[in-house]
Each structure stands twice: as C-alpha cells, then as structure tokens.
C-alpha cells in the first residue's frame, strides 16, 4: 500500500514538475513574441523612409495568426512617427508598398517587394542573406537582429548610425 502511494506521489510530482517547466518555456516564448513587437516599433526611431505626403497612418504589416502580432496590442503605442499606428495583414499585391514594415513569418523573400520603400523583417535563418533586411535570432537568450544594409539601400531606406553601430 505504501508503495502504490509513493508511486502515486512520484506520479503526481512529475506531472507538476512538466506542467511548470511547459508554463515557463511558455511564458519564455510569449516574453520573446512581446520583445519583438516593441523592438519592431522602436526600430522605426532609427529608420528613414522616402517622403510620401499620401500615408496618414504608419503601417506595420503581420500575418494576424502570428504569435507577434498579437503583442502589438500590449505595446500601447497609438502612434509613429506623427502617424497613426495600424497593424494589418500583408497585403497580396502591389499595394503591399503601403506597409512601412512587413513582418515575414513564414516563406521566402519576394524579390519584387525589395522594389518598394518597405522594411522587411521576420525571424527565419538566413533572412538577411536571402534579401531580407533585418533578420531577429535569439543569442544567449537575448533577441538579436542582423541587418542586410545592400537590401536597406536598394529601397531608398536610411538606418541611423545608431542602430548600424548597435548591430556591431
């Protein structure tokens, strides 16, 4: 009888023991998505883009199913650069040129795309060597970014020095 309680007891403990490690490599995850979106938001701090008189909203363009796009909503910024802040899913065609950002979340870099003002961002390996411009990956547990300065020129988009020098 004692042994079939203790066997219970080990039981019990180990479900306990998977359940909070499960809850914390989620909680680990949700503070990843959440590091990502403030980072996708302040980058534009450090980010010229062509003059266009015609956009009256800043738009960050994310797949909604999307684990990032969701924490858009926590970041509590309303504005960007003077401009009301809209989240939207990427558009299918050429009005893609609308977007400021447009988060990558799966699938390659469309080459046409890199003929328009817009920062291309996602979390794939070999992003930036593939077109994109900037690549998140996460080292010693910290999200980091590579940027593809070759793909930022061809699209008339300017990085501050900051950031370059931030990257090094």
Known sequence: MQIRFVKI?????????????SCIASDQQSLEYRVKALLIVRLALFISWPED???TTFKICIDSTDPIANEF????????????????????????????????SAGSMDRAIAQFPVVTISSQAGFAEQ?????FYIDD????????LHAVHDAHIKLSSKLIRAQS
């Open 141 to 148: 547990s910290k999200v980091r970014m590579k940027t593809n």
């Open 131 to 135: 077109g994109g411009m900037i690549e």
């Open 53 to 55: 008189p015609q956009k």
């Open 9 to 21: 007891l080990c039981s019990i403990l180990m479900a306990i023991l998977i359940y909070s490690s």
């Open 73 to 104: 909503q926590f970041t509590e910024v309303t504005e960007i650069k003077g401009r009301t802040l809209e989240v939207i899913d990427p558009p299918r065609d050429e009005s893609i040129r609308q977007c400021d950002f447009l988060y990558l």
